[in-house]
């Protein structure tokens, strides 16, 4: 198992244009996580899924932002009509849920620069 | 609301210890962490303590919770230069929960 994944690992658009990002997690991991992190600043949750299902969205995310997670393994964030604002890194994580203690494994990040 | 603050900055000298400062608002936090990201590099969980544990302690790490006063802390004994990094102190309600993060300290160790 490599850990979880992410594509690309960087992205520059041009306002206004639309992006998507991957998000591989660890296999058989039923939780998925997006964060996004901006300079300076400490991770802010998004949202997250549990198997296909998006079970919580922060209020962060605006709807110019979807997540997907159609079977239940891998996901996409993509982000429509992209502003100056949304530069930051996306963060992937992925967890179980069993009894006990269950570790979050964060991805590499995606860094979003929007020219 | 779930708020975690910490201090921005702490320097010290190479071979002293560093004592890094959190303290939560939510009061139905289980699970308490302390990351580690390195410039370029992802997040590094350092280590994690439950609710109802007042310290833990891991090599040259030791993390204290006071939960009457939701204060965490992380102490590093004989810091090295290889620590510079930002540590985020976090919080979740169950270890499979959203983790709501601090601002992190920078920490920058003097040779």
């Known amino acids: 198992d490599t850990g979880v994944s992410q594509d690309p690992r960087h992205k520059i658009t041009k306002r206004g244009q639309n992006v998507t990002f991957r998000c591989d997690p660890i296999?058989?991991?039923?939780?998925l996580y997006w964060y996004r992190q901006t300079l300076g600043q400490g991770p802010e949750f998004l949202t997250y899924f549990q198997n296909e299902a998006q079970l919580e969205k922060s209020r962060l995310l605006s709807d110019r932002f979807s997540a997907e997670r159609p079977k239940g393994s891998f996901s996409t964030l993509e982000i429509q009509r992209t502003e100056q604002g949304d530069s930051a890194m996306y963060l992937c994580a992925s967890s179980k849920t069993d009894a006990g203690y269950n570790e979050q494994f964060f991805g590499p990040g995606t860094r979003l620069t929007v020219l | 609301g779930e708020d975690v603050e910490q201090s921005l900055f702490l320097s010290v000298r190479e071979g002293d210890s560093s004592v890094i400062n959190c303290t939560y608002t939510d009061s139905s936090s289980t699970y308490l962490y302390w990351y580690k990201q390195e410039p370029g590099a992802g997040l590094q969980l350092l280590t994690y303590i439950f609710s109802n544990m007042d310290m833990k302690q891991d090599q040259r790490l030791t993390v204290l919770l006071n939960k009457k006063d939701k204060h965490l802390s992380l102490r590093i004994a004989d810091t090295q230069t290889g620590d510079s990094a930002i540590y985020f102190c976090?919080?979740?309600?169950?270890?499979?929960?959203?983790?709501?993060f601090g601002p992190g300290t920078s920490l920058s160790v003097i040779p």
């Open positions: 296999s058989e991991h039923n939780r």
């Open positions: 976090a919080e979740s309600e169950t270890s499979y929960d959203k983790v709501i």
